[in-house]
């Protein structure tokens, strides 16, 4: 095992020297993937929320009623230190990024290193963190929700979400248990201020209890019902911010929800999703702006639906033998569902909505690889081939 057991008898190793240089990599990784992305120009929905907006300037309140308010105040933070320069919005989105590849390593890592795996995963712990963690920073399907500059909105949201899950897993195996759970709860709130897709937090951090950490449902509750209690008063306090937001659109006569019905709108995802997963393997081409036109019979998506409705069911049979790969399918899913489900939203496909959702994808698929390569007894050669394989893959 690869690193020194943490003296305080908690489980959880400290990095070895060169374990601590891992983060490095996945900085300047990201950095030189996204390295001609600071001259990008405002554009689509950047010119409403950040140029013509009228109260861009105004830092005093601090926050508005609005349910996104937390990125909104970023923006206006941007605004005050240098006006509408793109650089300083783009080096921030940048930051944002990166902070949620390191969280994602953490959490990778930690998770490997927990009691019920640690046996299989433990040694590799490091290596495929950074291995998860380096992919979807420089993934190429990421590129619209980082260099677009309101899709802050999708990343911040994703960093506060992998936050949450860094901080609730370091309250489950440390002597500063109450410190870890209430940053995770600030961790939530501050998601569920960046966007809706926050809401699925706490069924997933439910859904990681159970598969890593605990034997039932009922004792996820019974362990940390103080956790949980508190994740719900907080559902009733976004779902109170997002009326009053769904107010104010309703009063100044703007759309909340698209024009198609909730049964064509989920017909159409299960194309949409299906393509969402070809481009994680084959990352092309991509657009900013899809005009795809909307399914109303079922017959023609029948093998798209099919296909999708039997991995959901799949990793719900996982989920009850407490499978890891199941809980990673099942994010997949949970993560996209307030945006590709029956909600109709403005517009059939994004590709920023895959941001999160390609963390799990990419755990899943190096999971698989890295438990062939442990059988095999052959890891430092697999990791060695598949991260040339990336490298030419992403940059050729």
């Known amino acids: 095992m690869s690193g020194q057991t943490d003296n305080r008898g908690l489980g959880v190793e400290r990095p070895a020297r060169w374990e601590r240089l891992l983060p490095l990599v996945l900085i300047l990784s990201g950095v030189v993937a996204y390295k001609n992305s600071f001259v990008g120009q405002f554009m689509f929905d950047d010119v409403s929320i950040i140029v013509r907006n009228p109260n861009i300037g105004k830092l005093w309140p601090p926050l508005s009623w609005a349910a996104r308010y937390v990125v909104d105040l ?12 793109v650089l300083g919005y783009h080096v921030t989105a940048l930051a944002i990024h990166l902070c949620a590849g390191l969280l994602l390593f953490g959490i990778v890592r930690r998770t490997l290193l927990l009691p019920s795996i640690r046996n299989r995963y433990g040694r590799f712990a490091s290596s495929l963190g950074i291995l998860v963690a380096t992919l979807w920073v420089v993934h190429p399907l990421g590129t619209s929700a980082v260099t677009y500059i309101c899709q802050r909105y999708e990343t911040m949201m994703a960093m506060f979400y992998l936050l949450f899950f860094y901080c609730f897993i370091r309250s489950t195996g440390t002597s500063h248990r109450r410190f870890w759970t209430n940053a995770a709860i600030v961790a939530c709130g501050l998601g569920m201020g960046s966007k809706e897709i926050m809401v699925t937090g706490p069924i997933m951090v439910l859904l990681y209890d159970y598969t890593f950490l605990s034997s039932s449902i009922s004792e996820c509750f019974r362990k940390r019902g103080y956790f949980y209690i508190s994740l719900f008063l907080m559902w009733i306090v976004w779902t109170l911010l997002y009326l009053l937001s769904v107010s104010s659109h309703v009063a100044a006569g703007t759309p909340v929800l698209g024009s198609i019905s ?20 084959i990352p092309y081409p991509l657009c900013m702006d899809y005009s795809w036109q909307p399914v109303n019979l079922i017959g023609h998506v029948w093998k798209e639906f099919s296909l999708l409705a039997c991995m959901l069911a799949l990793f719900l049979l996982g989920l009850r033998r407490r499978s890891g790969f199941a809980f990673l399918g099942l994010a997949f899913f949970i993560i996209l569902a307030p945006t590709s489900s029956i909600v109709p939203t403005g517009d059939l496909i994004f590709e920023h909505r895959m941001y999160l959702p390609l963390a799990a994808v990419i755990a899943f698929v190096l999971g698989a690889v890295g438990s062939i390569a442990i059988k095999t007894r052959n890891m430092p050669v697999v990791c060695a081939k598949l991260l040339l394989v990336i490298t030419a893959w992403i940059f050729c």
Do not use: C, E
Not at 275 to 281: D, E
């Open 262 to 281: 909730p049964a064509s709108y989920l017909l159409s995802q299960a194309r949409v999703i299906v393509y969402y997963l070809r481009l994680v393997f």
């Open 74 to 85: 970023t923006f206006k933070l941007n605004y005050a230190v240098d006006g509408l320069n």
